[in-house]
């Protein structure tokens, strides 16, 4: 720990995203003074390791936050609807991973690359998006800026780490089981996850859309701050272990031609263009595990509609999906001198 610097506390820090929160911190040398670790009361008496230290985990309750200055909640929507306020008024800024207070609209949902001015106006609860917005808008905002996104259609990939540390195991085993031949029936999913692709992440709306869905949608339309997008998400859990992938269609407001777009990704912040498919390099979660980029590529004009662009994006949905995006608006409140220590 540091002699100057803030008080830190991770909420849900036994959870995969708490744990890479903590890492995260680390690696990313954050002013940290104290650190508090807090989860449920089986997760109480735990450590994990922090600079060299082993740091205890505390039982989560209503006075844990009165002497901390900012947190990072990865805990669920339910314990963030309970906890965040209470932190918020005993003075600690909240930056909250849960769906929870995403489309309130007095809370901004930052993705520091993309629209870091809606932190200007906190109110001490910030939402983090969802891991699959994050990296589908950091890749799209130097379109949008550029000439303006009319549409966008997307279909996502994504792992099961998104389900947390259950569902990675679900799978380990289930390849295990196949690999040995013998059956391991689902409990995380509906339906066996190994060696298959599941069009079904969240509970299923009145819409025929799944709620994972529509928070892209939602999502990406506060984010840009243009209520006038129209988006169609299809989002399918994979078997894979770490990193979401994205087929994204995008028809602009106006032309860019393929080269123009590289361009414009080649010197977008947090964006790697990974785009000769000739000798098959192209992105791929397994590449972009343990990275904070996004990582885009197979850029191509859409024939079938004016101004269209199909691009690849994979990030790992535990970094810069989850952990490393709070950690990077904890910065930026730093930075813009928008938290007190």
């Known amino acids: 720990m540091s002699e100057d610097g803030f008080r830190v506390a991770v909420v849900g820090a036994t959870g995969a995203v708490g744990n890479m929160m903590v890492r995260v911190l680390e690696e990313r040398n954050f002013p940290v003074k104290s650190l508090k670790l807090l989860a449920s009361a089986r997760s109480a008496g735990k450590t994990l390791s922090f600079r060299g230290e082993e740091v205890p985990v505390q039982e989560l309750t209503e006075d844990s936050f009165r002497d901390v200055d900012i947190a990072l909640f990865s805990a669920g929507a339910s314990v963030s609807r309970k906890f965040a306020p209470l932190a ?16 309130d609209p007095d809370v901004p949902l930052v993705v ?114 243009d209520p006038d997008i129209q988006v169609c998400a299809t989002t399918v859990r ?33 964006v790697v263009l990974v785009d000769n498919p000739d000798r098959a390099e192209y992105p791929l979660p397994l590449n972009a595990e343990g990275r904070d980029e996004t990582f885009v590529g197979r850029i191509r004009k859409d024939p079938s509609v004016e101004n ?9 949905n535990i970094r810069k999906g989850a952990a490393t995006n709070a950690v990077q608006i904890a910065e930026l409140l730093v930075k813009e001198g928008l938290l007190s220590g």
């Open 88 to 103: 918020a008024s005993q003075g600690c800024v909240v930056v909250d991973n849960s769906s929870a207070f995403r489309m």
């Open 308 to 316: 269209g662009i199909v691009m690849w994006i994979v990030a790992d």
């Open 112 to 225: 520091p690359e993309v629209n870091p001015q809606a932190l200007r106006n906190h109110k001490k609860i910030i939402a983090n998006p969802n891991c699959s917005t994050i990296q589908m808008v950091v890749a799209l905002k130097p379109l949008q800026d550029a000439v303006g996104i009319k549409r966008i259609v997307v279909t996502t990939f994504q792992s099961v780490s998104g389900t947390g540390k259950k569902a990675i195991f679900e799978l380990e085993q289930q390849v295990r089981g196949w690999v040995e031949g013998k059956a391991v029936p689902p409990s995380v999913y509906p339906h066996p996850i190994a060696f298959n692709c599941l069009p079904h992440i969240g509970s299923f709306l009145e819409n025929g859309f799944s709620e994972e869905e529509m928070k892209m949608v939602n999502e990406t339309r506060k984010i840009f701050e």
């Open 238 to 270: 994979v078997p894979v272990f770490y990193g979401h992938s994205e087929s994204v269609n995008v028809e602009l407001k106006g032309l860019l031609t393929v080269e123009e777009v590289r361009r414009l990704l080649e010197k977008a912040p947090g």
